[in-house]
């Protein structure tokens, strides 16, 4: 059954999914849970060993596994990995479990913040060489013309490019908080109508 308290922060790397999250979280009196963090919990390495030992499939696997054993959950606030919704699996199980919200950040915000990550397999080149900010740019834009499409069926969406954090926590508290009791309302009404239907 799908929960709209279920929140699924969805997002470029970058766009602030897992400093927002937890204040999202709070604000919202929620439980906060980072799958990539979760993910790298269990198997006792970063992201970045496990793309390079095992191979992005086989994190994606993971990344479906860990969906799976939160679908139902009520009053959650997951930050997604960047790629999640890009896995048919995963994206079906987000779609039809929760709420999906979209931190939206331009490629050039995003390149920013990330240029001194060094954890992100986007980081890299082919052969594991750091890529330079330009070369990160040109790489995001590559992978938004692919993920935006999904990232844009978020039933709420949010710009992350200029206003400060609490700022944005607020606005999204807001509207989650709006969104779920007219969601849930819309439940309790669809559900009524079938009771008397089959009376």
Known sequence: MKHPSLIFLTGFSGSGKSTIGPLLANSLGYDFLDLDKEIERQADKPITRIFAEEGEDHFRERERAMLESIVGRKELVVSLGGGALQNNDCFS???????????????????????????????????????SSEEIE??????LEHREPRYKTAQIMVETDTKRIGTTVEELTRKIERY????????????????????
């Open 93 to 131: 199980l987000i779609i039809s479990s929760g709420t999906m919200v979209y931190l939206h950040s331009s490629p050039l915000i995003l390149a920013k913040r990330m240029s001194h990550k060094t954890d992100r397999p986007l980081m890299k080149g082919e052969n594991g060489e750091r890529l």
């Open 138 to 143: 040109k790489k995001i834009l590559a992978l």
């Open 180 to 199: 779920v009791r007219r969601a849930e309302k819309n439940q309790n009404s669809h559900s009524q109508t079938k009771k008397q239907s089959r009376k």
